[in-house]
């Protein structure tokens, strides 16, 4: 993964995005932590749920902003067959 | 949640899920580390389609050690809805 894939425009969510990331990485932090004290595994069970959906409402955040900005510029440059082809392997992942 | 949750028999892959509950904390920072630096938008979106199939996998380990050890031990001592009841509630969070 190099710089190159750096970004050249501008994601109104990125602050965003990185918050949501933060309160991610305290709440397995937590779960962990759950698991090492012994806690009861529907308890825990229930925090991965809520993680897993924080995660995918994050992606959901990530995909919305990419398409607004970085989709809608390309098609203004005539270009956006890459970032069509990149958007549709990405939701591969999430819409099974 | 009080600790008379705890839990009073053994799980044998405590120290597993542990270990996958730690790897994911990481891989939750290098994503967040990938979000600051202003990396691909898909490219994230890979690692977060990632994280949530190591979640999963993780959630599946609990559930089953969960049965093997949790709900054999209640049905052996005749009290087993509790437990059943509970599992049930926590699969609703991850098969809709």
Do not use: W, Y
């Not at 309160?23 to 698991?35: S, W």
């Not at 529907?42 to 409402?57: F, G, H, V, W, Y």
Request: a negative charge; one cysteine or more.
């Amino acid at each position: 993964m190099a710089n190159d894939h750096e970004h050249n425009h501008e994601h109104k969510q990125r602050k965003n995005v990185i918050n949501r990331l933060s309160i991610i990485e305290g709440h397995i932090k937590g779960v962990k932590q759950m698991a090492i004290e012994g806690r009861d595994c529907p308890e825990i069970l229930l925090q991965i749920a809520a993680i897993r959906k924080a995660l995918d409402n994050t992606a959901k955040l990530i995909l919305t902003d990419h398409m607004e900005n970085c989709l809608v510029n390309a098609v203004h440059e005539g270009n956006e067959d890459k970032v069509l082809s990149d958007i549709k392997k990405a939701l591969d992942n999430f819409i099974r």
